[in-house]
């Protein structure tokens, strides 16, 4: 969702716990809001949320940086943690969502693993946009940042149309694809 860059923006400016709790509430709100059943509510704002920061938390780690509310850091020591975050992120979330899906549907994990990969796009969009909207708060002020947020929601919907063109895409070959069999065994 597009709430995924003010999420690692959050993270590079305050850490992970805010960013954790944030995800948990809008996690919770959307689940809610879908009247998804309560377990499925209970994975929406456990697995996102873990995932994020467990994967914030190696990145920082491991870069050595603090965030950037308490730290003064130079833009481009920002680009490696918030795209590994959002790197680890990816993978963090999308296998335990694939590993629920394959519980529920009877499916390999990898398979449905694989179909979900396309969206690790969707978070490095949302790293480059938090990277736009970090800087623009950080060093050139509120005013600056507010003026980052249209390209915020442009990235995401061009990432949102790029993915619905791709679905279409593999609807219409799945079509083509059962076209083609229900051909060749009527010839047969």
């Known amino acids: 969702s597009i709430s995924d860059t003010f999420f690692l923006a959050l993270v590079a400016l305050f850490g992970p716990a805010p960013a954790t709790v944030a995800t948990v509430v809008d996690c919770a709100i959307l689940s809610w809001r879908r009247r998804y059943a309560w377990e499925r509510l209970l994975f929406n704002i456990t697995g ?19 965030p950037v509310v308490n730290a003064d850091i130079p833009p481009t020591k920002l680009i490696v943690p918030l795209l590994g975050t959002a790197f680890g992120w990816f993978l963090l979330n999308s296998s335990l969502t694939a ?10 994990p990898l398979h449905v693993w694989k179909r979900m990969s396309i969206l690790g796009v969707n978070y490095g969009a949302a790293a480059a946009a938090a990277f736009c909207l970090v800087i623009a708060t950080r060093y050139a002020g509120l005013t600056a940042a507010a003026a980052v947020l249209p390209l915020v929601f442009i990235f995401h919907l061009t990432i949102r149309s790029w993915l619905g063109r791709l679905d279409d895409a593999q609807q219409h070959i799945q ?6 069999l229900s051909t060749i065994e009527r010839l047969a």
Not at 99 to 108: D, F, I, Q, R
Not at 175 to 180: E, I, V
């Open 175 to 180: 079509n083509a694809d059962r076209l083609y």
């Open 48 to 66: 996102p949320p873990l995932s994020l920061w467990v994967a914030a938390n190696l990145f920082f780690s491991a870069s050595g940086i603090q």
């Open 99 to 108: 590993v629920a899906v394959a519980l529920e549907s009877g499916k390999n």
